[in-house]
């Protein structure tokens, strides 16, 4: 779509009662004659670099031909440098790399009685609720 077409069309329903209310909005232009219908979708804009303002006063701006200036010294990167950590325990880092495999083994060994335990109890639920009379195990004592 052709933007004089869009165009029309919102004007078209400005005058409609309904889309009155409808405000448009016009692109943003630095120039004082809009650009041709052509170039309007790949305008430059101009951006300043951040920075502080003396930095911005040095720069040359691309285009105009003047000779740019040589960069000053590179900031000390001391500020940035951090002090070594010191070197790993092994020993402690063995001795709690052990206690989380015996707790994770705990753990199993808790989650699968706990399976047993409630497949158990259901077999014996089941048979209650069917009405039988021998659900409950008996045990017998070993001779």
């Given at each position: 779509?052709?933007v004089?077409r869009?165009?029309?069309?919102?004007?078209?329903?400005?005058?409609?009662?309904?889309?009155?209310?409808?405000?448009?909005?016009q692109?943003?232009?630095?120039?004082?004659?809009?650009?041709?219908?052509?170039?309007?979708d790949?305008?430059?804009l101009?951006?300043?670099?951040?920075?502080?303002?003396?930095?911005?006063?040095?720069?040359?701006d691309?285009?105009?031909?003047?000779p740019?200036?040589?960069?000053?010294?590179?900031?000390?990167?001391?500020?940035y440098e951090?002090?070594?950590?010191?070197p790993?325990?092994?020993?402690?880092?063995m001795?709690?790399?052990?206690?989380?495999?015996?707790?994770?083994?705990a753990?199993?060994?808790?989650?699968?009685?706990?399976?047993?335990?409630?497949?158990?109890?259901?077999?014996?639920?089941?048979?209650?609720?069917?009405?039988?009379?021998d659900?409950?195990?008996?045990?017998?004592?070993?001779?």
């Amino acid at each position: 779509m052709s933007v004089s077409r869009i165009a029309n069309v919102l004007n078209k329903a400005a005058e409609t009662p309904e889309l009155a209310a409808v405000k448009t909005q016009q692109p943003m232009s630095s120039e004082p004659t809009s650009p041709k219908p052509a170039e309007q979708d790949h305008q430059v804009l101009p951006f300043r670099p951040r920075g502080s303002s003396r930095m911005a006063a040095r720069r040359v701006d691309i285009g105009h031909g003047g000779p740019a200036e040589p960069r000053g010294q590179a900031d000390d990167l001391s500020r940035y440098e951090r002090v070594r950590d010191p070197p790993d325990d092994f020993r402690h880092r063995m001795l709690a790399n052990l206690a989380a495999i015996a707790f994770t083994i705990a753990l199993m060994a808790v989650g699968i009685w706990l399976v047993i335990s409630i497949a158990g109890l259901r077999t014996t639920q089941d048979c209650i609720l069917m009405g039988r009379r021998d659900c409950a195990p008996i045990s017998a004592p070993h001779f």
